[in-house]
């Protein structure tokens, strides 16, 4: 984002948000619900359970200080940081073409400060919630997202309109709460890009600046179920420096239901991004995109240790670009691929997760613009078809959990194998350790 836009929409914000009075030792939902981290999060921050996945539906607005320590104003909003660190390594990595990379991560890359975000919101009225994010990225640069969700309670749930404005959380950031990636904080493993479809499609990812109404509800049709759907228009960025945000609006819309069979809680979800336009190559740029898939979450225990498996299959995700400047950044390049991922976890103690997942993906571009790839390329461009195709990517990993001085802390330790399709692609493998650290 541009310096000036930057500052611009940091100032409205925080003009919607204010500032609380007094910074809280404890993460800031920690300190506006009085309860502990694991209350809300299954295994480790950040996958919600479902008392989690209830506290977003109600945007923010269940308050500990508010309902019972009598408040006399109804905020409650408190700041929170987040640090990660990161140490990164592969081994054969193709580039775009099938050809190992020389340097990039091979010799191994340790980021103390792979990335920092501050966030502050919580409870701004009774039926409003909030949250702002200043982040920086090792990668990205600096960036602002933010979210603000009118909540009204029902009987045995919620419904409401979330409106927000993320850089790098994706299309489904305003109001998404299962841990199978399509909100890209939520997914089982750190190596998101080979593990989780819905990352390694692009789907739960990249900038957004949406408005989308849903309706969540307990006991839909039976004692112990779930309902939740969700429909809305977003646009792929935070200014106009790519893309018009007015006219390139895309409808989307998820639904989820939840249904107790035994000691499990089994989810079964679908979604859907569809709309936009092609223009001619004189015109302003353009997008149109048809997106779809299902997924499916199942939380329970085996012998006391809670488990979770997550199941997403894309069957279509195409992106286009037209119009003046397509191709010309890697977020107006087209996209058309598909992919499979399963992800499951186990509790073998309170502090240790283990983790293991599979990933299939299908890069279906055919690469056809010239100096970028396809059959009418030139140069190398005849290289890049099913460059990125993967029979499968299979990862191992560990979540260690622990506290220093009341602040939870993560470690992840993990590991991918990669099988290319293409047989003169070599084999690779990919290893990765991230500190997680919320103050």
């Known amino acids: 984002m541009k310096k000036n836009s930057y500052y611009i929409a940091a100032a409205g914000v925080f003009a919607v948000f204010g500032l609380t009075e007094s910074a809280e030792a404890l993460p800031m939902f920690t300190a506006q619900t009085g309860m502990e981290c694991a209350g809300c999060h299954t295994q480790h921050m950040p996958r919600l359970n479902k008392v989690g996945r209830k506290f977003a539906a109600s945007g923010m607005t269940m308050s500990r200080q508010v309902s019972e320590m009598k408040k006399t104003s109804d905020m409650d909003i408190h700041p929170s940081l987040l640090i990660k660190s990161k140490y990164t390594k592969t081994w054969d990595k193709p580039d ?83 841990n199978t990636g399509l909100y890209k904080p939520l997914r089982t493993f750190d190596n998101k890009v080979y593990s989780n479809a819905n990352q390694s499609t692009k789907i739960g990812t990249k900038a957004a600046t949406g408005i989308q109404a849903y309706y969540d509800r307990d006991n839909f049709l039976t004692d112990g179920d779930h309902f939740f759907i969700t429909a809305g228009i977003y646009t792929p960025g935070q200014d106009n420096r790519d893309l018009k945000m007015s006219d390139n609006i895309l409808p989307f819309a998820r639904v989820a239901y939840e249904y107790p069979i035994g000691d499990y809680n089994v989810m079964i979800g679908a979604f859907i991004i569809s709309g936009g336009e092609t223009v001619s190559p004189t015109e302003p740029l353009s997008i149109k995109r048809e997106t779809f898939g299902i997924d499916m979450q199942v939380e329970g225990e085996i012998a006391e240790r809670e488990v979770v498996l997550t199941i997403t299959n894309i069957f279509k995700n195409k992106v286009e670009f037209t119009g003046i400047g397509m191709q010309l950044t890697d977020d107006t390049e087209d996209i058309e691929n598909d992919a499979f991922s399963a ?37 190398t461009g ?6 990125k195709d993967l029979d499968y990517a299979i990862n191992i990993g560990i979540d260690y959990g622990f506290t220093i001085t009341n602040t939870p802390m993560k470690i992840a330790v993990e590991y991918a194998w990669m099988n290319p399709r293409l047989d003169r692609v070599e084999e690779y493998q990919s290893f990765m350790v991230t500190i997680t650290l919320p103050l």
């Open 382 to 387: 005849d290289l890049k078809p099913d460059v």
């Open 343 to 379: 992800e499951g976890s186990i509790s073998v103690t309170p502090s240790i997760v283990a983790k293991v997942g599979y990933m299939y993906f299908n890069d279906r571009f055919d690469y056809r613009y010239n100096g970028i790839g396809g059959g009418t390329g030139e140069g």
């Open 96 to 178: 775009g073409h099938g050809f190992i990379k020389e340097g990039d991560t091979n010799d191994g890359e340790l980021s103390p400060v792979r990335m920092t975000t501050f966030y502050t919101g919580g409870q701004l009225t009774s039926n409003i919630g909030g949250i702002l994010n200043l982040g920086w990225r090792k990668e990205e640069g600096r960036s602002i997202s933010g979210k603000v969700v009118y909540a009204q309670e029902l009987e045995e749930g919620y419904w409401g309109a979330a409106f927000y404005s993320t850089a790098t959380l994706g299309p489904f950031s305003g109001m998404e709460f299962y």
